[in-house]
């Protein structure tokens, strides 16, 4: 990925059925890209907050990530919600580095957050990238999104809101968008605090994403 481009992303949350629909309609009038089995470490700075709210100004988004077995670490900058341009920071990492990473992370003051796992069908359509996530034990939502340059944002922005129009879903407002979000974060099971667990205890867990 061009590390210069910013994402366009609109995000919404999806019942069972819709997501089965969606993926017919992708599945014929689409372009099926691949699928992406991701665990995903979400930091956050000094606590996990209840409420999305409590870090709604925080511009960083700091992940350390595997899809389909291969690791990196991903910063995206930008203010968060269902519908946002970010730029987008990726470095790709060793298996066999990843402890390394990810104490260096923790010694800069990056060591707690919360584990998100999905299974994700990913298709082209219309130009623009959809993906029908799965999260495991929270149901499906849906992103569309489109990499461009920052004087293309707005354009692209406009394209994707026609589309989902088309297909009648919508991205998550800020209020719906901060209870799905709390709903995880607030999970005990899938926080993590690296000063007081190892990451071997956490791949051993999720063993199935290595």
């Not at 699928?35 to 606590?47: A, Q, T, V």
């Not at 000063?195 to 290595?210: A, D, I, T, V």
Request: net charge negative; glycine share 4%; with cysteine.
């Amino acid at each position: 990925m061009d590390n210069k481009k910013f994402e366009v992303e609109f995000i919404g949350e999806i019942n069972k059925g819709k997501f089965l629909e969606l993926k017919e309609i992708f599945e014929k009038k689409g372009r099926f890209k691949g699928s992406k089995e991701r665990l995903s470490f979400m930091y956050f700075k000094d606590e996990i907050p209840k409420d999305l709210s409590e870090i709604k100004d925080e511009p960083i988004d700091l992940r350390f990530r595997v899809t389909n077995k291969m690791p990196e670490i991903v910063l995206k900058y930008g203010i968060f919600s269902g519908s946002h341009a970010r730029k987008e920071i990726s470095i790709n990492i060793k298996n066999e580095d990843i402890e390394k990473y990810l104490e260096f992370l923790a010694l800069l003051g990056w060591k707690i957050g919360v584990i998100n796992a999905t299974r994700t069908s990913v298709y082209e359509y219309k130009e623009i990238e959809f993906s029908l996530v799965d999260v495991k034990d929270h149901g499906y939502n849906f992103e569309a999104e489109i990499l461009t340059d920052e004087d293309k944002v707005k354009e692209a922005k406009e394209k994707i809101i026609a589309e989902l129009n088309s297909l009648s879903i919508r991205p998550f407002d800020e209020e719906r968008l901060s209870k799905y979000c709390n709903a995880i974060n607030n999970n005990k099971e899938l926080q993590f605090d690296l000063s007081k667990q190892s990451f071997n205890e956490l791949r051993n867990r999720f063993k199935e994403f290595f």
